[in-house]
C-alpha cells in the first residue's frame, strides 16, 4: 500500500496524459461518425436501389466484424499490402487510423439508430405539414427533426457510453490511450517496473467519465420528456 | 359557380383501381358527406384533393381556376401544388397533431411561416405575429378550448385534440374543408363534441366535405351526399333521400348493415 502511495504521483501523471489521448479520440470519433452517420441512413433509405443495397451491403460488414479486426487492417493494410505506409509511423499516423477506424464503425451504427428515428416519425407527421403548406425543409426541421431526436436519444446515449470504453481498443496499434499508458508500468516505466495497479487503476477514468456522460445525457433525455 | 367542381378523377396503386370515374360538384357554404364501407375509395379521394396523391385522370376545379388536370403537367409543377393545397384544409381521422408544440402552437405554426414569406414581414413582424396568435386563441375558444391552448397533445383527450387540429386546419381560412372520418379513432363519449363541432361550422356555412360513417350525422349536417362503393359513386343526392329513400340496391345493402350494427 505504501508503495502503491509512492507510485501515485509518476502513475496519476502518466495516467492522465494517456487518459487525454483516450478523450481526444473520443471526441474525434463523434464529431466525425454523427453526421457521417446521417449521411449513410440517407444512403441506406435511398430510392435508387444501387445506392441503398451497397449502403446496407457495407453497414453489414462493418457492423459484423470485430472493431478490433477493422483497425488492424486500416492500420497495417496500406504498409504492408500497398507498400506505401501512408499513416507514418509515428503516435499521429496512429491515431489518425485509429480515428478513421472508429469513425467508420460507429458512423455505421449511428446510421441504423438514424434509420429507426426517421422511420419511426409517424408519416402522418409529414403529411399535416404538407396540408398546412409547408415546404420539405420547414417539415423537416418544424416537425420531424425534434421527434427524431427524442426517439433516438436513449439508444445514441447507449452507443456513447460503449465508444469511451471501445476506445481502449486502439491500443492493439499501440495507441498511446489510457489502457497503453497503464501497461507501461508491468514492463517498465519512469524507474516502476511489474506494477499491475496502475493498469486496473484506469478503469476509474472510465467510470468517472461515462458517469459524467450519463448524467448528462440524461439530462438531455428529460428536457425533451414535454412531449410524447 | 360551384366553388369545387371534381371531373372524372381515376386513381390506380399499381394494378388496383382504387377510384373511376368521380365526378361531384360543391357550392360555396354548402356540406358534402360521403359515406360507404372501408376500401371504398372515400379516403382516397379526400387525399386527391389535398394533393396528398396524384390522381391518373381527371381535373379539379376551383372557384374556376382549374388546379389540377391529369392531362396538363403544368398543373402538377411541385412549387405550386404546395400554395394550391392551401384551398383545402384537412383534419385527419388520426389528428396527426404536432406532439412538441402546444395547442396554440399547432394552430399558429403554419400561419407563422407562411407569413415570413411575405414581403412586409420584416417591418411588421411583432403585429403579424400578434394577429396570428390572437385569432389562434379565437379558434381554440371557438373550440370551446380557451383553457386549453398551452396543452401540449398528449396532455389532451382525443376530443380535444381533435378540435384543435380542426382549429389548426381552420387557422388558414381554407376554402374547402375536408374531414376524413374525424370521430373513427374517438371512443363513442368523446364523438359527440367532435360532431357538434364540425355542427356548428356547417351552420356558420363553411363549405365542407365529410368522410363518415356517422350516418345521422350526416343526414342531418350535409347538404348533399354520395355514397361511395368499390372505387365508383353509386349514389348522390339530397341527404334525406339518399338514406332514407336509397335507389340502388347496394346503397339498401350497406345502409341496412349499418341498422343491424
Redesign the interface.
Known sequence: MELILEQMPVVLHSLNIGFLQTLKLFFVTLIGAIPLGLIIAFGSMSRFSPLRWLTRLIVWVVRGTPLMIQLLIIYYFPGLVLKNNWWGSGETGRFIASAVAFIFNYACYFSEIYRGGIQGV?K??Q?????????KS?IFF??TL??MI?RIVPPMSNEIITLVKDTSLARIIALQEIIWAGQAFLKGSQGISGAIWPLFFTAVYYLIFNGILTVLLGRLEQKLD??? | MAILEVHNIEKHFGATRVLEDISFSLEQGQALAIIGSSGSGKTTLLRCLNFLETPDQGQIVVQGKTLFDAADPDTQRESEIRKKRLHFGMVFQSFNLFPQYTALQNVTLASQLLAKEQPDFKANKANILADIEVHGKELLAQMGLADRSGHYPHQLSGGQQQRVAIARALALKPDILCFDEPTSALDPELTGEVLKVIRSLADQKTTMIIVTHEMAFARDVADQIIFMDGGVIVEQGDPHQVIEHPREERTKQFLARYAEN
Open positions: 409517424p402522418g407527421q403529411e399535416a405539414g404538407m396540408v398546412l403548406g409547408m415546404t420547414q418544424k416537425v425534434l421527434q427524442k414535454y412531449f410524447r
